[in-house]
């Protein structure tokens, strides 16, 4: 069982493909954690803020600021990505291996981070050029990329095969 470091950036990009700005970022975790948004916030923010900095007070002003869209208008989608890789595909596939693992079943975990050396996503998803999207351990897993007619830098598509066998001098 595995994941991918920036499975997120797929269906983030996907589905907002203009920017996501903070409001929309603050209500998606909003209804997605709810009591916990603000733990959530502290883990994966749409700014760089010193939340431990301040009183519940100017928080609950700094949030309340945030969800009227005035403050920080950037693209937050990055964050909303990081923040769904682990929701949608981290979390889950821990918890997963634990479950597995724990019914006695030898277990293995990846955490594959190594971006294609080539586009293999298309023009329609260029957002995932260089990036290491859901799928692109594939290439690699099932060595479906030479049949494709994609190639691998030179070193890159050695990750697939066995290793050489050890020569006797």
Known sequence: LGSNSQEGVLFVYQVFSKALTPLEYSAIVGVLYRQSALDVFNKYPDVTFPLECFSSLLILFF????????????????????????????????????????????????????????????????????QVCHGCELPLVFDTARTSGFNFATGVRFLHLPPPPNKKT
């Open 63 to 130: 949030y309340s600021v945030l969800l009227l869209g005035i403050l920080f208008a950037n693209d937050t989608r990055n964050a909303f990505s990081v923040l769904l890789t682990e929701y949608l595909f981290g979390c889950s596939t821990r918890k997963a291996a634990q479950g597995i693992s724990a019914a006695g079943v030898p277990t293995y975990l990846y955490y594959y981070d190594h971006p294609l050396s080539f586009n293999g996503y298309g023009p329609k998803y260029q957002y995932c050029v260089g």
